[in-house]
């Protein structure tokens, strides 16, 4: 797809990141979007905000995203690379792209989808790269509780 | 594991699972266990009754569960082969154990887990596929919305 607009897209989960570190949650953030530019829903991780830790920023936009028949020709664009909860979740629901604003402080599935006909567009945005590590410096024991570890 | 016990675990999943039949949704259910045989969340699909795609039966006992630090010597018990929206988060989150109530009527990603190192406990319950196949059978194109298909 055209990098520019990808980067468009990136901004609204960079966004929804940004609002979830002044909610004092985890700065991911995402949004789903339909073949013709339309957010379908969008939302940040809500693990600390809820107290729920099934709310990744990618399962929050497919929530706010609401009952759809089918996934086909949406883009999920995230600022983080996706988890492996994450990964499966766009693998189920046949959703045909995911934007990866950066994979460099975690790698999750994305090669996993590729494999399996995801269209991955990974940007390396150094914006989600600063913000993903100064959270982690931060608060390293909320981090690793949100991937497992 | 002791199957019996497994058996008597699996039964929390099928009351989940009825619950959710009874208010008109999907018949699908679980339950997240403790090493020590606790049960830490349990819940079933709610897509319909929400109206909410992100809540098949093994995130809504996830999140019944609350924040955890650790998942090591949990088992997630489930009346259906988990999709791999629920696979994926059993692998994120380093839970041990899946039961499966059966894989008859779906094979989700339970082998994918059993090659990452997840014990898998199938039981091919009689009582859980005729379930499936009753729901199927009355209401097949939410059972495929349900699954992306």
Known sequence: MDLDLARTWLATAVEE????????????????????GTVLGRGHNRRVQDADPSV????????????QRSY????????????????????????????????????GGHDWLAEHGVEIVLLDDPECVGMMEDFIAAKPELWNEDIGE
């Open 56 to 67: 990744h920023g990618e399962t929050d936009a497919f929530r706010n995203a609401g009952r």
């Open 17 to 36: 990141a940004k609002a979830g570190l002044a909610e004092g949650g985890i700065p991911i953030g995402a949004a789903l979007y339909s073949a013709d």
């Open 72 to 107: 086909k020709g949406t883009t999920m664009v995230t600022t983080l690379s996706p988890c492996w909860y994450c990964s499966g979740l766009v693998r189920q629901f046949g959703i045909s792209r995911v934007i990866v604003g950066e994979a460099r402080t975690f790698h």
